[in-house]
């Protein structure tokens, strides 16, 4: 049977569905399986598959403790009409390369990949404890499209709230608006004096209070959850579009069964790209897995030196999302690659928390390097990336997918081996900073720099974004990091 326990310790053994209500192990540690490629998929029977059926076999290896028919359901709900492409994720060439669009769900951003399909897992979850009327609350730090989607998967949800912290002024405005005008009875959204570090780390100490959780159980028969990507519920949804990207490729004859790919993969938390090296155990071939960083370069820093450090200088970036220095599923990545020694991960994140640091030992190193490459691009050459997609390929992208290309081009291409570059982000999420790029007019809201850009390329605003304009502004709370607690309780006696 497959059974989840702390990246930390082997003690737990929680089925998935236990997992993915709980969110985050009471030691701190993220949830993990030591079954993972136990059971591979069959890329051999992948060509022809819609995105729902490479979702069924994927995923039933993941969650083997959901039924057939509760997993067919969950993934007809979330792939379904709120997507405006029926492939889901499609890949079309860029060049001699590739471009799998992540965003064409409904808040126009790779979350809502997961975050359509958690609220459905996580209605079919049951209490721990057989609390009839427990309620879960979904607490999360975003830096920025994490909130948005979290929101929209589990506005109005029975039995479920949900709680967004966003770092003030370090969201773009149409981020912003996305999430302070979410509809739904259930929703809470407030801004921290802070950065998402500030506001991620003190989520995890939210989850870790245990008075906190014995006062929510007794005063409001409610629980913590995560919809961060330290929820294994929402990273196992993302393998699924790395085997769609191969049965696409070998739709197109660009590849044949057993022919490796790399994934260029902009990324600030990690979990994205580290669905690809799910994908890779569970029989993808996968050649290498390229981390692409902002100037937030904490990740290029590690996958060069083997040392981890986020004692730097903390920049916003015309890549906000990606404007992180604690990487959490980097912890899961390390479980594996040191063949599941809870020890050494333990040793290692209690360096990180005490002095901000740690250092892996060199073969452990050697050992991630053979699959993750990395690079990474500053705000001019993000400028440079998206004016020269555009000029050499009629393709607007956005500045995170930005970082991607940069890298990409960077690297020598190997003919035989085809690239995708994950394309996270809608550009019309970050008008004017896609505006700047393209020297087209940036001066004006972010609504007519919508307008500008879509005269310009010929591209469609996407209907939901466009309507933020006249949407109305529900939440403009503000708190310090220090109170974030006290928010959550209040959003829970509301509950």
Same mark, same amino acid.
């Given at each position: 049977m ?9 003690? =737990? ?9 709980? /969110? +985050? ?5 993220l ?6 490629? &136990? ?28 039924? &057939? ?25 860029l ?12 808040? @126009? ?9 958690l609220?459905? *897992? ?7 404890? /057989? ?5 879960i609350m ?25 709680t ?7 969201v ?14 259930n929703?809470?959204? @407030?801004?921290?004096?802070?950065? *998402? ?34 929820n294994?519920g ?13 049965a ?18 902009p990324?600030?938390n *990690?979990? =994205? ?16 897995l390229?981390v ?17 450090n ?5 920049y916003?970036? +015309? ?19 040191? &063949? ?38 500053d ?5 440079q ?26 690297m ?6 085809p ?5 996270t ?10 505006n ?21 390329? /010929?591209?469609?605003?996407p ?11 529900r ?9 974030m ?5 209040? @959003?829970?006696?509301?509950?």
């Amino acid at each position: 049977m497959t059974t989840f326990h702390s990246t930390r310790s082997s003690t =737990d053994a929680l089925t998935s569905k236990q997992a993915i209500r709980k /969110g +985050i192990a009471d030691d701190g540690g993220l949830f993990v399986t030591d079954q993972l490629g &136990e059971t591979t998929v069959d890329i051999s029977a992948l060509a022809g598959k819609s995105y729902q059926q490479i979702a069924f076999d994927v995923l039933s290896v993941l969650l083997p403790d959901f039924g &057939e028919d509760e997993l067919k359901q969950c993934i007809a709900e979330a792939y379904g009409s709120q997507w405006s492409d029926e492939r889901i994720t499609p890949v079309k060439p860029l060049g001699d390369d590739y471009v799998m669009e992540l965003f064409n769900g409904p808040t @126009c951003a790779f979350k809502d990949v997961a975050l359509q399909i958690l609220p459905r *897992f996580m209605a079919r979850t049951t209490p721990a404890d /057989g609390d009839a009327d427990e309620k879960i609350m979904i607490v999360t730090a975003t830096s920025g499209d994490t909130g948005k989607a979290a929101l929209a998967g589990f506005a109005d949800a029975a039995g479920t709230g949900i709680t967004v912290f966003y770092p003030q002024g370090r969201v773009s405005r149409v981020q912003e608006l996305q999430m302070t005008t979410q509809t739904g009875s259930n929703v809470h959204v @407030c801004a921290v004096n802070g950065n *998402f570090d500030d506001a991620q780390s003190t989520v995890k100490e939210i989850f870790g209070d245990q008075e906190l959780a014995e006062r929510l159980a007794a005063d409001d028969h409610v629980v913590l959850s995560s919809a961060n990507s330290i929820n294994v519920g929402r990273l196992v949804p993302q393998v699924v579009y790395y085997f769609s990207a191969y049965a696409q490729l070998l739709e197109q004859q660009v590849i044949n069964v057993g022919d490796e790919v790399d994934f260029v993969v902009p990324t600030g938390n *990690f979990g =994205d790209v580290l669905a690809g090296y799910y994908a890779k155990m569970l029989g993808l071939p996968v050649r290498q897995l390229v981390v692409a960083s902002d100037k937030n370069n904490v990740l290029f820093d590690f996958l060069t030196t083997g040392t981890y450090n986020r004692n730097r200088p903390f920049y916003e970036t +015309i890549s906000p999302s990606m404007d992180i220095l604690i990487s959490s599923n980097l912890e899961r990545m390390l479980y594996y690659m040191a &063949e599941k020694d809870p020890r050494l991960i333990t040793y290692l994140m209690n360096d990180l928390a005490q002095y901000g640091a740690y250092e892996v030992p060199p073969q452990l190193l050697a050992q991630i390097r053979q699959l993750f490459a990395t690079g990474w691009a500053d705000e001019d050459q993000v400028r440079q990336m998206i004016a020269e997609c555009w000029r050499a390929n009629h393709y607007v992208i956005d500045p995170h997918t930005a970082c991607g290309y940069f890298v990409m081009r960077q690297m020598p291409a190997d003919p035989g081996t085809p690239r995708v570059l994950l394309s996270t982000a809608s550009p019309y999420k970050f008008p004017r900073v896609v505006n700047e790029a393209l020297g087209l007019k940036a001066d004006g809201t972010d609504f007519e720099c919508m307008d500008e850009l879509a005269a310009a390329t /010929g591209t469609e605003v996407p209907a939901m974004l466009r309507g933020l304009e006249s949407a109305d502004v529900r939440f403009r709370d503000c708190v310090e990091v220090s109170d974030m607690a006290h928010y959550v309780e209040q @959003c829970a006696d509301r509950l």
